[in-house]
């Protein structure tokens, strides 16, 4: 994922807004992200990536942790939507279509399926 990228699909929130934001501000905890334009309100998906960026922030010096790439990202988004994980808002970008693998059947999700709670 490019800084430009979006992090929080669902308030156009950026990867590089969120790392501006835990170098300036110095959040004491991963909840606190949400001051950051609203990320991590919406559908949940972005929480866990934004917990792992704020763990590496909190390390100071540890190496900011691989995220998928943005066509990636949004593609698992949309399957966890899809399962019911969460429901975008009003304004969010739209969930992208489902690819096939042409028999119809839908590819199996990956190990970023749904993230886990926080405070």
Excluded at 9 to 15: M, P
Excluded at 78 to 93: I, K, Q, S
């Amino acid at each position: 994922m490019n800084f430009d990228d979006e992090l929080c699909l669902c308030f156009h929130v950026t990867k590089r807004k969120v790392v501006n934001y835990l170098r300036v501000e110095k959040p004491s905890r991963p909840g606190q992200l949400s001051d950051c334009f609203g990320a991590g309100t919406g559908c949940g998906w972005c929480r866990p990536f934004l917990v792992k960026l704020w763990e590496a922030a909190a390390a100071e010096g540890e190496q900011a942790p691989e995220l998928p790439t943005a066509g990636e990202y949004a593609a698992e988004r949309a399957r966890y939507v899809r399962a019911g994980g969460g429901t975008p808002p009003p304004g969010a970008t739209p969930v992208v279509a489902e690819p096939t693998d042409g028999g119809g059947a839908l590819p199996q999700a990956s190990s970023l399926d749904a993230p886990k709670e926080t405070s």
